[in-house]
């Protein structure tokens, strides 16, 4: 089993970040100095990842035109002697073979991954959702990969997460294989009280076999009329093995405001160009309340 492709779902609408995100794509708002997108790609391909498809819909050819090469913009990058900021260029538009296809009906997570069945074919494949940014020693979508390969299964990536708000998640029950992995036999999306099987949540990273498709073929819509990614691996973990693991790293949320500034000023003050000025910078206001 060996992962070299994976799908990044970013068609949704951004309707939490408006109004930034009325003509602007939600993955092309800069962390920075680099679009959110960006770092998920990074990430890809930091873990071995060769080819990744992106999920878009009408509106984000923005993605697309990012992710390839510039020539006018890098001439003059070339002849002002910018040889920093011609690097970066050209390094965004060869970190992997990017390929598009768009969700054409906004059906839900599930129907986005399905939109990757032939992109996939008959080989297992990463899925890391747009607006969730993680930032580890070991790229988190590598963590899962080797779970998945070493067990031959399905993986999804867990945290905890309070019990309080487990109700805005996937609850996943599990049952200890090894240190920081499980073995998964149910999950439910966003549970009530009664449903909740454990504090493990699904955040945004997984490692799926083509499995997935033919369950999601014929998934009647659940959770807000949608067809939804979570009740596709309640029934493939009934039939396949499925393994979480309790990845070692930080997520933001950067699909809602609050999660988006937590990444900007984390990754801000860890920038050289930026941090020593921020951490000052937030003192002196810190000072002044």
């Known amino acids: 089993m060996k992962v070299r492709k994976a799908v990044i779902p970013a068609a949704g609408l951004g309707t939490r970040m408006l109004p930034a995100t009325k003509t602007v ?13 960006q770092y998920i790609i990074e990430e890809a391909a930091a873990a071995g990842i060769e080819d990744i498809l992106v999920v878009t819909n009408r509106a984000k050819s923005a993605m697309d035109d990012y992710f390839d090469y ?5 001439t003059r990058l070339l002849q002002s002697g910018k040889d920093r900021e011609l690097t970066e260029v050209r390094r965004a538009a060869d970190l992997a073979n ?14 986005a991954i399905w939109r990757a069945k032939r992109f996939v074919g008959d080989e297992p494949f990463a899925v890391l ?9 070991k790229p988190v979508v590598k963590q899962l990969i080797e779970a998945a390969e070493r067990y031959e299964a399905s993986a999804v990536g867990v945290q905890q997460v309070g019990l309080d708000v487990i109700s805005k998640y996937c609850s996943v029950k599990v049952k200890p294989l090894e240190e920081r992995i499980f073995d998964v036999s149910d999950l439910v999306e966003k549970p009530r009280p009664e449903q909740v099987f454990s504090n493990y949540a699904i955040l945004g990273r997984y ?6 498709f033919d369950v999601l073929e014929n998934l009647t819509p659940g959770y807000g009329g949608e067809i939804q990614l979570t009740d596709g691996l309640s029934e493939l973990c009934k039939k396949e093995k499925m393994v979480a693991v309790d990845f070692e790293g930080k997520r933001y949320d950067t699909g809602n405001l609050k999660g988006f500034l937590e990444a900007t000023i984390d990754f801000a003050m860890d920038h050289p160009e930026t941090g020593k000025w ?10 002044a309340l």
């Open 25 to 37: 794509p939600k993955e092309m708002l800069p962390l920075v100095d680099k679009p959110a997108i």
């Open 70 to 74: 510039y020539p006018e913009l890098e």
């Open 98 to 111: 990017i390929f598009y296809v768009r969700q054409k009906e906004t059906k839900g997570l599930g129907h």
């Open 129 to 137: 959702l747009g607006d969730d940014i993680m930032r580890s020693k």
């Open 207 to 212: 490692v799926l076999t083509p499995g997935i």
């Open 278 to 287: 921020l951490k000052r910078f937030l003192k002196d206001k810190a000072k």
